[in-house]
């Protein structure tokens, strides 16, 4: 059973400390309650499992500390139900057998913690203690995910009225739709602090290069058109990942990486050609040529080439500006370095082409280059 939940709901469960006891020995369950009491928290004592489930029914618990075995229904079938019923809720199973097959089956099941009776106060807390710990973990978890999800097929939403609009707009004159493609570009890059000019270069290195590679004049023209779509996907990003200043862990880089599914979900299944090559980027400018890239690990020419061309004009404006966790590099040290990656990161044909047009490619990182807010500008 899967529970949505809005945020002060979800606040109040963080805060629960109510425990459910069942034990059919009423020195265990009252031995239990006061343990627990005087560690602050509530307590309900009940002796078997139809008691149980009525107080389940009745108000919401973090832990139930359950014993094994109990007259009529098991303590090991009570706890089953309430990890599927009561999902919010965190299980200890109590048993006076210790044995290793018994706490792999309660483990396997889905049970937070293992007591074996006789007990000592400590264990029994520290028990307690790691079961809500993990439970608030796992509830943090939960909302998280969903809240992405909502966040995701709301914007993506949002996105899809209007790429309808455009889809309805072919007709209209070049130079609006294009301008139409750019601002939602912007949109999307605002929100990770690039600029409206990343927007520029991207678009025009990656003319640049389709062009002297030798691609048709209408291929070029789509590809400029199309490029500046390439990171819309972060637009499901959530922002305390997409504006870390910092190096991503391995969880977040997984969140970030998916901005380029995202981006191919927003763009595809147009019948307009601009958006077909537009999804295509979005979806493998991240590939690399030796096909340790992601989201599909294409590796060469499997790659399509607008997705090759996207990854070198992307990867030399990234460095070549300032971002919030690095300084913008020369013009010679990007070459150098994406020089390295040559045949690995990068087609190394195409990396030759690019960086054979190097006056080209200085002009459109000077017409375009990234203007410093009025408050930045030292005065003379």
Same mark, same amino acid.
């Given at each position: ?12 469960? !963080? /805060? &629960?400390?109510?425990? *459910?006891?069942?034990?059919?020995? $009423?020195?265990?369950? %009252?031995?239990?309650?006061?343990? =627990? +009491? ?98 608030? !973990? /796992? &509830?943090?978890?939960? *909302?998280?995910?969903?809240?992405? $999800?909502?966040?995701? %097929?709301?914007?993506?939403?949002? =996105? +899809? ?99 380029? /599914? ?119």
């Amino acid at each position: 059973m899967t529970l949505i939940l809005d945020r002060s709901a979800h606040q109040a469960l !963080l /805060e &629960l400390k109510r425990v *459910l006891i069942i034990d059919d020995e $009423e020195p265990i369950r %009252r031995l239990l309650g006061y343990m =627990l +009491q005087s560690h602050g928290y509530e307590t309900v004592l009940v002796a078997d499992a139809r008691e149980a489930r009525a107080k389940l029914e009745e108000q919401p618990f973090a832990l139930m500390l359950c014993d094994v075995n109990m007259p009529g229904e098991s303590g090991m079938d009570l706890a089953r139900n309430t990890l599927s019923q009561h999902p919010n809720t965190a299980v200890i199973m109590v048993t006076g057998l210790d044995s290793s097959v018994l706490a792999n089956a309660a483990l396997d099941m889905g049970a937070f913690g293992y007591i074996v009776k006789p007990f000592e106060s400590n264990e029994v807390m520290i028990d307690v203690a790691n079961a809500l710990r993990r439970r608030r !973990l /796992e &509830l943090e978890n939960r *909302l998280h995910r969903e809240n992405l $999800e909502d966040v995701v %097929r709301t914007r993506t939403m949002a =996105l +899809q009225q209007a790429l309808d609009w455009l889809e309805l707009s072919e007709k209209e004159l070049r130079l609006s739709r294009e301008e139409t493609i750019q601002r939602l570009a912007i949109a999307a890059e605002y929100r990770d602090s690039a600029t409206a000019q990343h927007i520029q270069r991207m678009s025009h290195y990656c003319e640049l290069l389709a062009r002297k590679y030798g691609l048709s004049s209408e291929r070029c023209d789509l590809i400029r058109t199309a490029s500046p779509m390439h990171d819309i996907g972060k637009i499901g990003t959530p922002d305390h990942v997409l504006l870390k200043p910092g190096k991503f862990t391995p969880e977040e880089f997984t969140v970030i990486s998916q901005h380029a /599914e995202i981006g191919y979900r927003i763009l595809s299944g147009s019948d307009a050609e601009i958006l077909k090559v537009a999804a295509s980027i979005a979806w493998t400018h991240h590939e690399r040529w030796d096909g340790n890239g992601y989201p599909r690990k294409l590796k060469g020419e499997a790659i399509p080439v607008e997705g090759r061309i996207a990854a070198i004009a992307d990867a030399f404006d990234a460095l070549t500006t300032a971002r919030v966790y690095k300084p913008a590099f020369s013009l010679d040290h990007a070459v150098d370095l994406m020089t390295k990656h040559r045949g690995e990161h990068f087609d190394p044909e195409l990396l030759d082409v690019f960086f054979a047009s190097l006056s080209d490619i200085t002009l459109i990182h000077d017409q375009y280059a990234d203007q410093l807010p009025r408050t930045m500008i030292p005065e003379s």
